[in-house]
């Protein structure tokens, strides 16, 4: 008697496999008719809003419209939330010699609250100090040039971009704050308004939308009183984010992080185990470095070229600054926006913090 080619576990129905089968048709289907229909030399204008802060380099600034790869000049400088028109001619997956003809302010609040924390970073630290503190609390990539190169060549990048870890420690705090004064059910709606109010101050990045759905996941199973596992949440996560966005399927961030979400799920506590000898402020920044980077590491190397062996290690003596910037940062940047000279005085607390890791960044 052969053997039947596929077996359905028994703890998995027919009814769910044709839904997920179906599922996978929708997502295949979605992507395939949100590709751009451009052809290559077709003169294009693209008005669309911001939804990720550019990347700025040197002379440039980096922004990615339509599915197109966009370089701008560096002025007018474009920020998360405007609204934008550009003209250029498609070449392959760039758009060549763009003009940005237009640009409108966003009036959205938390975009406009954003802006502010930002600039009052940028007016209370030298750089790259600012720019660390406005990368770790909000997710802004606007930086020294040298700075962001660094940060790719020692494999940190990750660290100073809001990502997961921002999700985590925000509902953390709210959950912590709320549960006192609320009863759970209570505090979890407000930890998940609180979170989605984090997405959009962040940037909308695949990282934080991932982590915030997860979370999402978590806390409305809870207040439900059912458990889910971490590996349901990561996969009603990846489809709930490809069905609103199917591009995000091949967009590098959204890859990397959920290689680097799943490496941490399988190995990271088999790792720790291995390494008890290791002091504890280095070992948990070692251990997560190690299992992100089993399957992030491939993809950087074929997509750059390049991977620095030393991320890892590089990794673990900075990672235990970040929360501690994260905390004193976006503190500090509130009571600043409501009194000035107090947010300056507490943002030099996270100088110390901030110097040791572009020193031991320099380093490397």
Not at 78 to 100: A, F, H, M, S, W
Not at 194 to 222: C, E, H, K, N, W
Not at 234 to 240: A, E, K, N, R, W
Not at 314 to 331: E, K, R, S
């Amino acid at each position: 008697m052969t053997k039947p080619i596929l077996v359905i576990p028994k703890s998995v129905s027919v009814t769910g496999v044709i839904a997920i089968f179906l599922i996978i048709l929708v997502i295949i289907f979605r992507y395939f008719s949100s590709l751009p229909t451009f052809k290559d030399g077709d003169l294009v204008k693209i008005s669309t809003t911001v939804t990720t802060e550019p990347i700025v380099y040197e002379k440039t600034q980096y922004i990615k419209l339509m599915g197109l790869k966009t370089y701008l000049p560096k002025y007018p400088q474009v920020t998360y939330g405007d609204e934008i028109v550009v003209i250029g001619r498609v070449n392959n997956d760039k758009l060549n010699n763009p003009e940005l003809i237009e640009v409108g302010e966003s009036k959205n609040r938390l975009y406009k609250l954003r802006e502010r924390l930002i600039l009052f970073y940028k007016k209370s630290l030298p750089e790259p100090h600012a720019s660390l503190v406005a990368g770790t609390v909000l997710g802004s990539k606007s930086m020294p040039n040298k700075f962001w190169e660094t940060l790719k060549q020692t494999g940190t990048a990750h660290v100073v971009v809001a990502s997961g870890t921002n999700v985590a420690m925000v509902a953390g705090f709210l959950m912590g704050v709320t549960t006192s004064f609320l009863k759970r059910k209570k505090a979890i709606v407000v930890t998940l308004l609180g979170i989605s109010m984090y997405v959009v101050l962040s940037g909308f990045d695949a990282p934080i939308v991932r982590a915030a759905i997860m979370g999402a996941v978590v806390f409305i199973a809870q207040g439900a009183g059912r458990l889910v596992s971490a590996w349901r949440a990561l996969v009603i996560s990846i489809v709930l984010m490809l069905l609103i966005k199917p591009l995000w399927l091949t967009d590098l961030g959204f890859i990397l992080s959920v290689l680097a979400t799943s490496g941490l799920m399988l190995f990271q506590k088999n790792i720790d185990t291995r390494l008890k000898f290791i002091p504890n402020v280095l070992r948990e920044g070692l251990t997560t470095s190690i299992s992100a980077q089993i399957f992030v590491a491939p993809v950087i190397y074929a997509t750059f070229g390049q991977f620095n062996i030393l991320s890892p290690i590089i990794n673990a003596l900075i990672l235990w600054t970040i929360p501690y910037i994260m905390i004193i940062g976006g503190v500090g940047g509130v009571v600043g926006l409501i009194v000035p000279k107090l947010g300056m005085i507490m943002l030099q607390l996270v100088y110390p913090l901030t110097w040791f890791f572009e020193k031991t960044l320099s380093l490397f």
